[in-house]
């Protein structure tokens, strides 16, 4: 029987004068419409949270790597609409999904985010669109998941639309990898779909990376971020260990970093934050434990990981000194953000960290000059301002997060007592108490203890 829709799937796709559509504006999403635009093509945005659309509406980038010239231009033009309304993707040629892939509280995927857009997509797909999903996820969620609910819809699948998988592999903050420029692992469900994705993906990404299925792709960037993940939970390890050997882990990484081959440095810190090396494993995981196996590295890791801010609890409170307990003592956290130069506290070890101290009785403050105000519990924390007297006032100050804008001298200079989670204050001697994380100060035998808890 001849079937129209199968017919015209081939020629819809029309990439000269090509329409793309992007679920979800956020981290992920925005950058990658940008880049979009950058080649050429034009751009409907779906978003449903309504403060973004209209911050995007109004040229307000919300997304620091993104600057309100280039947001406002691409607006203005009429290369980027920003809209809730799923009906405006029917004229698109491709519609990329890019929305949150959280844990749910017992630690488990949670895809609520793809079921939704597929449910509100499904109604307006048409014959020849591409559906491109790069919400990081477990292997099958294409194929499983996706698939199944946009067919429902009615349109099948490599027949009447095609159906891809890309993983994104944006790094928010880094200016040495622009996001055109990071090779981009394409991948269909079937051999059409993966030529239709290799096509456009081509037109905005300089290397395509094509392979073959949707459950390779969506395995590969969950091995990434384990290998992350892992390598990151050891090099912690490796610090506490350090610590207790009385060997400065920093000058021990410098010296293993000469080998050429076959050693990668990894930095120790306060935790792993953010919404992609702390939860994709636990997805890998979950996997695992549905196929009837387990994933120990993963388990040890993600322990390791959960349990750093304690560790930089039980130092700062043995830096304080026998006389002192941090019952009643002001600590001013330098930095809250997951990670360097950014503004995402998603996951962010100071999350904990600020909580951890709050419990012993601390009285917490915190200078970010990427976040204003954060939320612990019921109350808020707003941004302090870095002056002398706060540093010099602070019962112990302590750097969770290295931004390239932090005055550390002046740092190093004005505070009694500092801890340092980042080596930030790599070479410098301070006149007050310091210490790095890692740095090989001995631990007393009470703190040992604490440790253990
Ligand atoms: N942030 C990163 O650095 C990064 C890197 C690589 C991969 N990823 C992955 O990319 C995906 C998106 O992450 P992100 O950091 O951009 O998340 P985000 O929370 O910053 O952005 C997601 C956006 O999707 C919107 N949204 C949710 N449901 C929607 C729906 N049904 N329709 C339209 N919009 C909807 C949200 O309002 C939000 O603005 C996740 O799977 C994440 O694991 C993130």
Redesign the pocket.
Known sequence: MHDKHAVSAYDRYVYEAGKVGV???????LPLAMACIRSGLQVIG????ER?LSLVKDGKSYIQDISDEELTAAVRSGQLAATADYSQLMDVNGIVI????PLTEEHTPDVS?IT??CV?LRDHLQPGQLVVV????YPGTTRELVQPLLEQGGLTAGVHFHLAYSP?????GNHSHKLQDVPKIVSGVSSDCLTRVTELYGRIFRHVVPVSSTDIAEAAKLLENSFRLINISFINEFAKLCDELQLNIWEVIEAASTKPYGFMPFQPGPGIG???IP??PLYLQWSARRSGTESRFIELSHHTNETMPRYIVNRIARLLGPDRTLSGASILLIGIAYKKNIADMRESSALTLIRLLQQEGADVSYYDPYVPSVRIGASVLHSVELTDETLNGAGCVVIHTDHACLPIERIVENAAVLYDARNATRGMKSAGRLERLGGGTHTSRRSRQQVSE
């Open positions: 679920i979800g504006l956020g981290y992920v999403g779906i978003e449903i949270d973004k890019c929305v949150p892939t985010f939704n857009t509100r790069e919400s990081t996820t994104e592999r944006i790094d928010p953010g919404h992609c939860v994709d």
